[in-house]
């Protein structure tokens, strides 16, 4: 599994609050604009993209359904970049321990017949965190459902509190209806949604429309040249691409 924080950005923001505030100042035209950072250049993902919005906004959790490469971890790591408090990421596996998320055992404090763990830059610090794969973390189940649901994380014998505003997590498909312990981990999920891949008619308009502004940019009319089979009809079947798996970047 690999761990820890992204560096800051300034691209989208923050424009919200620090996790620690009471409230957010959050607006009208201050919502709008972290949606549209999230969405920039993605292709389909308008609803999702407002509604991990929305899991922030209320302070919620939410958990996309879908195969890789569709733009879960991307719309994640956007939400990130919006608040000024820490973002976390993680994949899960099934030998993931509580060490990969919240921070393993400082030496230091062993050092001094402590225990108390190296927590900087891991999930209890983070306003925004990414869990892929949630379900298949079995051995952290305990730790996750009191993050997740109590925001406090363990730390030696203590329970910290985390600065958790949301989280989002992913899989790629819904593990068995009759497990308990997935129930559990479910229900900590408010908001829910399954991600489709780019529909093939979602995926050509892009590349007509990325075809049209090569050729309007500088007059070259070789720009669009590499679009060109595209822009031939085949009849009244229409228009024929592969299946996209992956969320389209307009350029």
Do not use: M
């Not at 996790?19 to 999702?48: H, I, K, M, Q, W």
């Not at 929305?54 to 719309?75: D, F, I, N, Q, Y």
């Not at 050092?111 to 306003?127: M, V």
């Amino acid at each position: 599994a690999t761990a820890g924080a992204r560096p800051r950005t300034t691209r989208g923001g923050p424009l919200f609050a620090t996790a620690g505030d009471d409230e957010f100042p959050v607006t009208e035209d201050a919502c709008e604009a972290a949606a549209n950072y999230l969405e920039r250049g993605l292709v389909e993902r308008s609803a999702e993209a407002r509604l991990v919005l929305l899991g922030a906004v209320t302070r919620e959790h939410v958990l996309l359904v879908g195969p890789p490469g569709v733009g879960k971890s991307l719309l994640c790591r956007r939400l990130g970049d919006l608040f000024d408090a820490g973002y976390f990421e993680t994949a899960l596996t099934r030998f993931s321990t509580p060490d990969d998320v919240f921070g393993p055992l400082s030496l230091e404090a062993l050092r001094n017949d402590e225990s108390r763990r190296a927590a900087d830059g891991y999930a209890g610090g983070a306003a925004v965190a990414f869990l892929d794969e949630i379900f298949r973390a079995r051995a952290l189940l305990p730790a996750l459902l009191q993050f997740l649901n109590e925001r406090v994380w363990p730390d030696g014998a203590a329970l910290r509190p985390a600065k958790l505003v949301s989280a989002v997590a992913a899989t790629n498909a819904l593990r068995d209806a009759d497990d308990d312990d997935d129930d559990a981990l479910f229900d900590r999920f408010l908001f829910r949604k399954e991600v489709a891949p780019v529909s093939d008619s979602g995926a050509l308009e892009l590349l007509l429309d990325a075809g049209d502004a090569g050729g309007d940019a500088g007059g070259d009319e070789e720009a669009g040249a590499p679009l060109a089979p595209l822009a031939v009809s085949d009849g009244a079947d229409g228009w024929t691409l592969p299946l996209c798996r992956a969320a389209v970047f307009a350029p």
